[in-house]
C-alpha cells in the first residue's frame, strides 16, 4: 500500500513544518492532489493542497518552495480576517472577478513579507518567472506583488 516518496515530497513536508513556525495561529495540514496549479489555501478547511508532479516539473528550490508555502499560510491568515458571507463567497468571486482575486494574491504576499519571507517569495517568483511559459507567468505576474514591490516592503518592514 505505501507509495515510495519521490522528489518534492521527500522535502516538502519538512519544509512545511519549518514555515508553520512562524505561523502559530493557523491550522494547517498539507494534503497532495493532482490539480492545475501548484498550491492552493482552502477558504473552508484547514487543508494547503499541493500538486507534487507540477511542483517537481518545474523543480523549485528549497528558498522557493518556502516561499509559496509561506504565501498558502499567508492566504489562512486573510481568511481568517473575514466575516463568513465573504468567506462563503471566495472561490466563487476567485474565478470570476480579477480584481478581487488580484486582491486576495497581493494581500497574501503581503502577509508573506510581514511574516518574514520577503526573500523566500522574491525566490519564488524569480523562479516562476524562469521556468513558467511566457502566458503562464503573464498571468501570474498581474495577480501577484512585483520584485520591486517586495523590496520595497521588506525595506518597510526593517525600518519600523
Ligand atoms: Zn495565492
Do not use: C
Request: charged residues 35%; hydrophobic residues 35%.
Amino acid at each position: 500500500m505505501s507509495k515510495k516518496l519521490t522528489g518534492v515530497s521527500i522535502i516538502i513536508d519538512e519544509i512545511f513544518a519549518d514555515v508553520k513556525k512562524k505561523f502559530p495561529e493557523v491550522d494547517a495540514r498539507l494534503v497532495p492532489v493532482s490539480m492545475k496549479s501548484f498550491m492552493l489555501s482552502s477558504p473552508y478547511s484547514n487543508i494547503i493542497y499541493y500538486d507534487p508532479e507540477q511542483l517537481n516539473k518545474y523543480n523549485f528550490s528549497r528558498k522557493a518552495l518556502t516561499g509559496m508555502i509561506a504565501h498558502e499560510f499567508s492566504h489562512k491568515i486573510d481568511y481568517k480576517r473575514m466575516g463568513w458571507i465573504e468567506r462563503l463567497l471566495i472561490k466563487w468571486k476567485h474565478k470570476r472577478n480579477f480584481n478581487f482575486k488580484r486582491r486576495l494574491e497581493r494581500e497574501a504576499d503581503m502577509i508573506t513579507i510581514d511574516r518574514g519571507f520577503g526573500k523566500e517569495l522574491k525566490q519564488s517568483l524569480k523562479e516562476t518567472e524562469s521556468k513558467f511559459e511566457e502566458e503562464r507567468f503573464l498571468r501570474f505576474k498581474t495577480t501577484h506583488l512585483s520584485i520591486k514591490e517586495i523590496e520595497i516592503r521588506m525595506k518597510k518592514g526593517s525600518n519600523d
